[in-house]
């Protein structure tokens, strides 16, 4: 029973001592053995490697050895003319010295986050410290994150970290400084439109005023040959009055005499007191043989009516009957009106008199 007891605690101790003198680098890491606390072996490539058994005399640290990356962000840095910027950034490292790393930083990757941390933030202020307003904002942004790296870059050797790559991911105005910016370029905005509205009503007048011009141009061009125009008609039209009108003075002047008849005679409510035997009325005249107006001649061959003369009928002795509805009283004053009645209706009429001379009137309206 001893025996079989010793022999469980040998084979325990020996796969106590195998198992811990056995460690695996991965092909992501790399190792760093220690024997008292000095370095004895770097192991950068992946396999499986020996050392002394236990932790007591070699000790074994991992090391990663993949890129890694550090996030800074919300920093606010600011520019040679005074204005302030929120930055993000990041940086891309690598352990590419694990003796120095050890060394300088116990191979502790947050205390090496805290010292890129503390330079990274210095670098990036000096970076836009140097910078105006407008190139940090895009103009030189390749240029200020390979300086920024350069910057970092010696500082990070010395601890054993290779620094590949620096990126600015946003470069964001304060809220100050972002109301003010805005506030001075919508003013600069403002103006410029006010400058092209200015030029533009400035070509809108001159290309007013020029067909403005163009348009009075154009109107005393055509007033020009409407009058000639007309004045050349107005002399063919003279012309050809004229000309018929000296074929026949006589009759010239009865037409003018016809016109002035139709002006002053017309319906214009104008009153004229003149004498018959004034010049105005000389086509008025009747023609008179030896005093006496001569009969009209027959229109057409038909020769004039005989006078005639009304009668009326001859009475009768016999009365005639009471009307119906008549009134049924006889006084003194309708027997008088029925007598005046009977000898107008008895009396013959006046013939007229065929011997009236036509005269024109004393008075014109």
Avoid: C, W
């Amino acid at each position: 029973m001893n025996r079989l007891i010793a022999a469980g605690v040998a084979v325990i101790v020996v796969l106590y001592l195998l198992f811990s003198s056995i460690y695996v680098v991965d092909v992501r890491q790399q190792a760093i053995v220690t024997r008292f606390g000095q370095i004895t072996a770097v192991k950068t490539d992946p396999g499986l490697y020996f050392k002394l058994p236990t932790t007591l005399i070699d000790s074994v640290q991992i090391i990663d050895k993949r890129l890694l990356r550090y996030d800074l962000d919300n920093i606010q840095v600011q520019v040679s003319d005074g204005a302030k910027y929120i930055v993000d950034a990041f940086l891309t490292y690598r352990i590419a010295d694990p003796t120095q790393f050890r060394e300088r930083l116990q191979g502790d990757l947050d205390l090496a986050e805290q010292r890129i941390a503390t330079r990274f933030d210095s670098a990036l202020r000096q970076v836009y410290g140097t910078r105006n307003f407008s190139a940090a904002l895009s103009a030189q942004r390749a240029a200020m994150m390979q300086e920024a790296h350069d910057l970092i870059e010696p500082g990070m050797k010395d601890l054993g970290i290779e620094v590949t790559d620096v990126r600015i991911l946003r470069t964001d105005l304060t809220q100050d400084v972002s109301k003010n910016t805005f506030d001075r370029m919508s003013a600069e905005r403002f103006a410029q439109a006010a400058a092209i509205r200015a030029d533009g009503t400035q070509a809108a007048a001159s290309i007013r005023a020029i067909a403005n011009r163009q348009a009075i141009e154009t109107v005393a061009g055509a007033n020009k040959d409407s009058e000639i125009i007309r004045g050349e008609g107005d002399a063919q039209r003279a012309a050809i009055y004229a000309s018929a009108y000296n074929e026949d003075p006589e009759f010239f002047e009865f037409y003018r005499s016809l016109q002035s008849y139709r002006t002053a005679l017309g319906a214009s409510g104008t009153t004229m007191v003149l004498s018959p035997d004034s010049s105005f009325f000389q086509y008025f005249k009747a023609d008179t043989l030896d005093g006496k107006v001569p009969t009209p001649a027959a229109p057409n061959g038909i020769p004039t009516l005989p006078d005639t003369q009304l009668t009326a009928p001859e009475p009768t002795d016999v009365l005639p009957p009471t009307n119906v509805g008549a009134p049924t009283d006889s006084t003194p004053g309708a027997a008088s009106a029925a007598s005046s009645a009977s000898s107008a209706l008895l009396m013959p009429s006046t013939p007229p008199s065929s011997d009236v001379t036509t005269q024109p009137s004393s008075a014109a309206q």
